[in-house]
Nanobody, 122 residues
């Protein structure tokens, strides 16, 4: 059974940092794209960042570019999202996901974690 489990979300003050982790089990995702998405109350799930499996290319939403960094450790079957200079508008449930092909829309991703809450206070 494939499982993605996020961790690291918590309450943090504006300007602070968090590192989210997403550990996978049940299969190896070394040749998959890893993505992070987020969903705030009353809003649709939105793309945050993605990292490819081959050339290590990355993509970021404009709202997080320069502040967030996505990475992956194939040996640990884990992806990370380093979030710096957090803002109150970053408050959301953050989800990790994996896809066989490059994409930045939720529909491109087959496997999802249960989400971890990030709350940024002003």
């Amino acid at each position: 059974q494939v499982q993605l489990v996020e961790s690291g979300g918590r309450l943090v003050q504006a300007g602070g940092s968090l590192r989210l982790s997403c550990a996978a089990s049940g299969r190896t995702f070394s040749n998959y794209v890893w993505g992070w998405f987020r969903q705030a109350p009353g809003k649709e799930r939105e793309f945050v960042a993605a990292v490819s499996w081959g050339f290590g290319g990355t993509a970021y939403a404009d709202a997080v570019k320069g502040r967030f960094t996505i990475s992956r450790d194939n040996g640990k079957n884990t992806a990370y999202l380093q979030m710096n200079n957090l803002k109150p508008e970053d408050t959301a449930v953050y989800y990790c996901a994996t896809a066989m092909q490059w994409g930045i829309v939720p529909g491109a991703y087959a496997y999802w974690g249960q989400g971890t809450q990030v709350t940024v206070s002003s």
